[in-house]
T-cell receptor
Framework: DADVTQTPRNRITKTGKRIMLECSQT?????MYWYRQDPGLGLRLIYY???????NKGEISDGYSVSRQAQAKFSLSLESAIPNQTALYFC?????????????FGDGTRLSIL | GNSVTQMEGPVTLSEEAFLTINCTYT??????LFWYVQYPGEGLQLLLK?????DKGSNKGFEATYRKETTSFHLEKGSVQVSDSAVYFC?????????????FGTGTLLAVQP
């Protein structure tokens, strides 16, 4: 079983629709992250959360919102999807600790907005 | 600010060839450095890491040495296999501060031909 599970794996939707991407983890980590991946741009951080009561904007948070429902769950919402939000989205987790702690990624959600 | 620059791909090699993927960084303080690998259709997996100058990270035949004097963390493998075909990301995280974020390079696609 995957330690970091993202649902759905693929989604095609229309401009203006509200979309929610979900992430759950069984690693027991406090920290969770949402990234988007675009060709030639690497991964860019959308939002991150250090615990249930702590939510922070990343470098590209406009047009997105998040909810940390529990330690194990962190969802990403697009309130009104637009075509340039078409991308591969990743959730990640990490332990609290030093900068040497790696992040652990889910398998991604491929989102297409028509 | 912190940043990571890695060589553009794609890198195309024959099986058993020697691999180098260059990575240089800009950071304040003493960052931890990582290489992640992304196989087709999957999320990123930690390949190796180094947390201080002159450390060598190694895994699955891949190696990278943390060179503070040249601010580099080049990835090497002596003999690549077809199964090594993937996208490789160099990343850093700095000590201190509240974010504990990973900064990624843009990724390098490696294609190994039989």
């Amino acid at each position: 079983d995957a330690d970091v599970t993202q649902t759905p794996r693929n989604r095609i939707t229309k401009t203006g629709k509200r979309i929610m991407l979900e992430c759950s983890q069984t690693k027991g980590h406090d920290r969770m992250y949402w990234y988007r991946q675009d060709p030639g741009l690497g991964l860019r951080l959308i939002y991150y959360s250090f615990d249930v009561k702590d939510i922070n904007k990343g470098e590209i948070s406009d047009g997105y919102s998040v909810s940390r429902q529990a330690q194990a769950k962190f969802s990403l919402s697009l309130e009104s999807a637009i075509p340039n939000q078409t991308a591969l989205y990743f959730c990640a987790t990490s332990e609290t600790g030093t900068a040497g702690q790696p992040q652990h990624f889910g398998d991604g959600t491929r989102l297409s907005i028509l | 600010g912190n940043s990571v620059t890695q060589m553009e791909g794609p890198v195309t090699l024959s099986e058993e060839a020697f691999l180098t993927i260059n990575c240089t960084y800009t950071a304040t303080g003493y960052p931890s450095l990582f290489w992640y690998v992304q196989y087709p259709g999957e999320g990123l997996q930690l390949l190796l890491k180094a947390t201080k100058a002159d450390d060598k990270g190694s895994n699955k035949g891949f190696e990278a040495t943390y060179r503070k004097e040249t601010t580099s963390f080049h990835l090497e493998k002596g003999s690549v296999q077809v199964s090594d075909s993937a996208v490789y990301f160099c990343a850093l995280r700095s000590y201190g501060g509240a974010t504990n974020k990973l900064i990624f390079g843009t990724g390098t696609l490696l294609a190994v031909q039989p």
